[in-house]
């Protein structure tokens, strides 16, 4: 995928999947940085998520992990994961990323 083309799938992801189409709301530029930082951190996250969950199919190709369906997966786990005791790992962690790689 060309540089150019990775620059507007991630445009788009965040303009019309994370933000649905509204406006950031910070109104002065020290806020309006932050927020946006908050949101490529938060996209990031997402795409590492996704590219650790393909990974665990065989033959699948990453152009194939929708970033609506990961934002979903991870809205889901961290409202189902407030306020309980989610199920952990062996370890004792929380699986959150086994969840939304799941779901992915």
Known sequence: MSRALEI?????????????GRVLRSKDPVRLTQ??????????ALRSMMVTAVETVP???PDRAGVTVALEAAHDTVVGVAG???????????DLVGHIGTRV
């Open 8 to 20: 507007e799938t991630a445009y788009l992801a965040l303009r019309h999947t994370m933000l649905k």
């Open 35 to 44: 927020e946006m930082w908050a949101l490529l951190t938060i996209y990031q």
């Open 84 to 94: 309980t005791a989610a199920a952990a790992t062996p370890s004792g962690r929380l």
């Open 59 to 61: 033959g699948c190709d």
